[in-house]
């Protein structure tokens, strides 16, 4: 149980698009959802809260209007990086909050922008 | 600021062995605390969860929670090559909903 897909595992755009990045919870419902950041030999940054039908909670320093998080329903959250540049290539990762606020992570979305 | 700090290491462990990872927190109130491990390209794993003080102990592993120091560890028994990872020490506070991630401790059980 407890699993975390995401949708796509690696993508490649050129400067100036819009990636879109979905997470979903298989089997069982989350009401939040988590959207990290993660670049090459660093820990995890927490960059927003997801929670069903409200507006996110984006971490200090993260520009709402650049990343946009919509969660639609108790499975699925998405993750849209708009207009993205090179400094926003990097490995993206969700997270779903199970029944003990344990954290259930998604594959991971590798991103790579020309 | 809350803050998770880890060794970075990397601690190099013999097949076999116990590998010992640490964990210290800085906020008092924290009342969640996970270890999950990440291989290199990969999204982070959920190991043990551990909520009270003492040891809980799953298979190989054994976490030990001291709440009073602030510290919570993780054990590995019969450390094998393949637990070669990252581990990432996590806590969660009463009022958040978010895991506070340390930096993560290297290792490497060599064969």
């Known amino acids: 149980g407890a699993v975390v897909s995401q949708h796509p595992s690696r993508v490649i755009c050129k400067s100036g698009t819009s990636v879109k990045i979905e997470c979903r919870s298989l089997d069982f419902q989350a009401t939040t959802m988590f959207w990290y950041r993660q670049f090459p030999k660093q820990s995890l940054m927490l960059m927003a809260t997801?929670?069903?039908?409200?507006?996110?909670?984006?971490e200090q320093g993260v520009e709402k209007d650049k990343f946009l998080i919509n969660h639609a329903s108790l499975t699925l959250s998405t993750l849209t990086v708009t207009s993205a540049h090179p400094e926003d290539s990097s490995f993206y990762i969700c997270?779903?909050?199970?029944?003990?606020?344990?954290?259930?992570f998604g594959p991971g979305t590798r991103l790579t922008v020309l | 600021q809350k803050e998770v700090e880890q060794n970075s290491g990397p601690l190099s462990v013999p097949e076999g062995a116990i590998a010992s990872l640490n964990c210290t927190y800085s906020?008092?109130?924290?009342?969640?605390f996970f270890w999950y491990r990440q291989y290199s390209g990969k999204s982070p794993e959920l190991i043990m969860s551990?909520?009270?003080?003492g040891d809980k102990e799953d298979g190989r592993f054994t976490a030990q929670l001291n709440k009073a120091s602030q510290y919570v560890s993780l054990l590995i028994r019969d450390s094998q090559p393949s637990d070669s990872a990252t581990y990432l020490c996590?806590?969660?506070?009463?009022?958040?909903?978010?895991?506070?991630f340390g930096k993560g401790t290297t290792l490497s059980v060599s064969s």
């Open positions: 997270s779903a909050r199970g029944f003990q606020n344990e954290q259930f």
């Open positions: 551990i909520y009270s003080n």
């Open positions: 906020d008092r109130v924290s009342q969640s």
């Open positions: 997801s929670n069903e039908g409200s507006k996110a909670t984006y």
């Open positions: 996590a806590v969660k506070d009463q009022a958040g909903t978010a895991l506070i």
